[in-house]
């Protein structure tokens, strides 16, 4: 059983488009997450959320919205796709938002490549 | 700048040589984390370290935590191929509700 899930595993889009990435996860956590990976590698957390409260990484663009019908889902909204929003986006969820108190587990990644 | 510096960024090696990683910060952590990523996979918690001076070994891997609490290192002994990845070192920020990852280190053991 997958824990943590994420759809689709590539996007390939024109800028200016919209788009979203699905998350769910199975663990029964109450907190997920989102993160982009650049071409460096380099893994930046964009979004921390549960049931309580949303916090916003203050360098993400505001055309990123995460959306939670329930807790077991974090969808990620991309308004406006630029050329600077190609990366490898990650979903992952903890047990509770403590930063580092707790194991993240991650998705496998969506790779977006906006052309 | 990042919070959190890793060196070496790459590290190409043969298999049987032993190779150390190192995660640094001017800041005091809680508590820091390693995670292994796999190319294609999203990254794998490997150990939680808490204490400042805390050693925690796990097979072939040695993790330590600074008395201090600013830093951290990995020591991977008689390296295989197996452990080829990317290792990436994460703490809490300053909030204490977001983790904060290091630039990684992309590790190639040879065989």
């Known amino acids: 059983d997958t824990a943590v899930s994420q759809t689709p595993k590539y996007l390939v889009t024109q800028m200016g488009n919209d788009k979203s990435i699905k998350c769910e996860q199975n663990l029964g956590h109450d907190t997920m997450y989102w993160y982009k990976q650049d071409s460096k590698k380099f893994l930046k957390i964009m979004f921390s959320?549960?049931?309580?409260?949303?916090?916003i990484n203050e360098t993400v663009p505001n055309r990123f919205s995460p959306k939670s019908p329930d807790k077991a889902h974090l969808n990620l909204h991309i308004n406006s796709l630029e050329l600077g929003d190609s990366a490898v986006y990650f979903c992952?969820?903890?047990?509770?938002?403590?930063?580092?108190?707790?194991?993240?587990?991650f998705g496998p990644g969506t790779r977006l490549t906006v052309l | 700048t990042q919070l959190l510096e890793q060196s070496p960024q790459f590290l190409s090696i043969q298999e049987g040589e032993n190779l150390t990683v190192y995660c640094n910060s001017s800041s005091v952590f809680s508590s820091l984390q390693w995670y292994r990523q796999e190319p294609g996979e999203g990254p794998v918690l490997l150990v939680t370290?808490?204490?400042?001076?805390e050693v925690k070994k796990l097979k072939r891997l040695t993790f330590q935590f600074g008395d201090a609490r600013k830093d951290s290192s990995l020591h991977i002994t008689a390296a295989q191929p197996g452990d080829t990845g990317l290792y990436l070192c994460?703490?809490?920020?300053?909030?204490?509700?977001?983790?904060?990852f290091g630039g990684g280190t992309r590790l190639m053991v040879k065989p």
């Open positions: 370290v808490v204490t400042g001076g």
């Open positions: 992952a969820s903890s047990r509770d938002l403590s930063g580092g108190a707790y194991e993240q587990f």
């Open positions: 994460a703490a809490d920020n300053n909030a204490g509700n977001m983790l904060t």
């Open positions: 959320y549960n049931n309580k409260e949303l916090i």
